[in-house]
């Protein structure tokens, strides 16, 4: 950071060191001497940055640090809600609580003119590493952009953020939905301002696919008032025969911007062999050795499973500095061939959110979650969640 010296404090600087040296009648050859100096030590400032780039290139460093305390009534799901998936008749019946920073984000954008446009990239990053809270940092987001063409990892394709209910703070999100970062090269194109289209060829999210990749394609629409996104997933799936399932999957999803202040959101996901990609798709189904190498995508014929999925939200500002928002999510699966009784059926989340900006950097909020659990006997587990979160943007 450079700094800059103002003639106050420049006078005021002269002034202190002439009198330390009792130089009242100080000559003007003393004086040039001192400011002389005064003008290397800026200078050396300038010349050492934090931060070098090469020649052309422009960064920003982005961010936030992220405090979440919550406290459970039934079951202890750890820093997330992801852990109702695991609930069952064996889990303890006991609560917990605790606190983490593992969310908080560190990111750097950057771009450089080329011979062939401009050129941009994104590195990104949290404390979620591997082993879901061992407070390792993981990588998020590292990909380049060149006119139409994107490579590298970022959010899939197929998953539109439209419908997607952005003020929950609980850090897994709402059951129903599919929020994941692959590798993948993409291809988008932009008739106007209001549409874009994108197909993408990706990593398949689930290790063990007979291929590795899956192709995604996907459509949206913004204009003031409503954004809308419509995304398609087709995937191999392999048997333990060794056949082939093909996995096909949609979702569509609105953002709504309803009243003054008010926004709605509504999402869908549905399809066959894509329960692997759900966010709750833990103990979701049946055990590997009779379901193949995807057991959560493959029922015991080698048939894909079908799944649903279902998010809603409705956001209100509360003034300037605050917003309250309810939020539903909901995933489901079918009946299947090989089921077992203690297998998921339903999984469903609800949250109440309130969040308050002190200030454009500080944001403080309160949440309220219930989740519950239903296996395919009828059995279901539920489970009550407060968190408080204190954040700080930068």
Not at 22 to 45: F, H, M, T, V
Request: charged share 20%; aromatic share 10%; hydrophobic share 40%.
């Amino acid at each position: 950071m450079t700094t800059k010296w103002t003639t106050g404090r420049k006078t005021g600087l002269l002034a202190v060191a002439l009198l330390g040296c009792g130089a009242a009648g100080a000559s003007a050859q003393d004086l040039a001497a001192l400011e002389a100096r005064i003008a290397a030590l800026e200078a050396e400032k300038a010349a050492a940055p934090a931060v070098t780039a090469g020649p052309g290139v422009k960064l920003s460093f982005y961010g936030f640090t992220k405090l979440d305390l919550v406290g459970d009534n039934n079951y202890d799901l750890g820093y997330t809600t992801g852990g109702m998936a695991s609930v069952g008749e064996s889990s303890v019946q006991d609560g917990g609580s605790g606190a983490t920073a593992f969310e908080s984000r560190l990111g750097v954008k950057g771009s450089i003119d080329t011979e062939i446009g401009e050129l941009k990239f994104n590195i990104e990053g949290d404390f979620y590493g591997a082993a879901s809270g061992s407070g390792n940092f993981r990588l998020r987001h590292a990909y380049g952009e060149v006119g139409p063409l994107l490579a590298g990892q970022t959010w899939t394709n197929w998953m539109p953020f439209e419908g997607t209910p952005g003020a929950i703070q609980d850090f897994n999100g709402a059951a129903g939905g599919t929020n994941y970062r692959v590798a993948q090269l993409r291809y988008t194109f932009r008739p106007n301002e209001q549409w874009r289209l994108s197909l993408a060829v990706e990593e398949d999210y689930a290790p063990g696919a007979q291929s590795n990749l899956a192709l995604t394609a996907f459509g949206g629409y913004a204009s003031p008032w409503v954004k809308a996104g419509l995304g398609v997933i087709a995937r191999n799936l392999e048997t333990n025969a060794g056949e082939t399932v093909r996995g096909l999957g949609y979702a569509l999803g609105a953002d709504v911007e309803a009243w003054q202040g008010g926004k709605l959101q509504l999402q869908y996901v549905g399809g066959k062999g894509i329960a692997t990609a759900m966010n709750n798709a833990g103990a979701a189904t049946i055990d590997l050795t009779t379901g193949g190498k995807y057991a959560y995508d493959i029922d015991a014929n080698g048939d894909a499973i079908k799944v649903h999925g279902l998010k809603a939200g409705i956001t209100q500002k509360l003034g300037e500095k605050s917003d309250i928002s309810v939020a539903y999510g909901m995933q489901r699966f079918d009946d299947y061939a090989g089921v077992a009784d203690s297998a998921t059926k339903q999984i469903s989340s609800t949250y109440l959110t309130y969040r308050y900006f002190a200030t454009k950097q500080l944001m403080l909020a309160a949440e309220v979650s219930y989740l519950e659990r239903e296996q395919f006997d009828g059995t279901s587990f539920d489970n009550t969640r407060l968190q408080g979160v204190v954040k700080f943007t930068f």
